[in-house]
């Protein structure tokens, strides 16, 4: 099914571990977006790319880096993971034509 | 800065009870309003777009409207299934979606 794919789907790290997440989609957008989701916070934007080869800081880009690695696939890293981080992260594209966006279902991770 | 503020934050309706949920927002040059349906432990699932004040869209059970300063998603009857948290979003110059906190709707039978 046409869509958003992220892995993993749960993750659960120690304080000062690394990781990448991953999405990808194939809709041929454009544009890409990571948002994090915390209880009272609502979604919040941490990176995005606005077409392949570029990456701009969203909302709360701080202890996260990106990569745009092809029309398809963008992804996300924790390059020393924080108790902080603890949150539910979404991937989303854009359909340049009608501005909506189409999210995965979303990667639950834990720092601990 | 662009901010969205959704109320209430929870509401729980009867079935075939209608409520609305409120989403005003401050934005600079709106180019949209979206409407989200999101159930526990999935992504958000895009249901409206709204473009000007004036402008209606509808969809089973549920239709929203856009004012220039706010935006209401009316639940008609609704039933148990209905039951999510439904968010708003605005998108501006820059291409980005600002969301609301969102509204978790819970139906009882």
């Known amino acids: 099914n046409a869509g958003v794919t992220q892995t993993p789907k749960f993750q659960v790290l120690k304080t000062g571990q690394s990781m990448t997440l991953q999405c990808a989609q194939d809709m041929n957008h454009n544009s890409m977006y990571w948002y994090r989701q915390d209880p009272g916070m609502g979604l919040r934007l941490i990176y995005y790319?606005?077409?392949?080869?570029?990456?701009d800081k969203g909302e709360v880009p701080n202890g996260y880096n990106v990569s745009r690695l092809n029309k398809r696939e963008f992804s996300l890293r924790l390059e020393s993971a924080a108790p902080s981080q603890t949150s539910v992260y979404f991937c989303a594209s854009r359909d340049v034509a009608n501005y909506g966006y189409t999210f995965g279902s979303g990667t639950r991770l834990t720092v601990v | 800065e662009d901010q969205v503020t959704q109320s209430p934050e929870a509401l729980r309706l009867q079935e075939g009870e209608s409520s609305s949920l409120n989403c005003s927002y401050t934005?600079?040059?709106?180019?949209?309003l979206f409407w989200y349906r999101q159930d526990p432990g999935k992504g958000p699932e895009f249901l409206f777009t709204l473009y000007s004040a004036g402008e209606e869209k509808e969809k089973e059970r549920l239709k929203a409207t856009l004012t220039k300063k706010e935006s209401f998603l009316h639940i008609t009857a609704p039933k148990p299934e209905d039951s999510a948290t439904y968010l708003c979003a605005v998108s501006a110059a820059g291409n980005k979606l600002t969301f609301g906190g969102g509204t978790r709707v819970l139906v009882k039978p």
């Open positions: 790319s606005a077409s392949e080869g570029t990456t």
């Open positions: 934005v600079s040059g709106l180019r949209g």
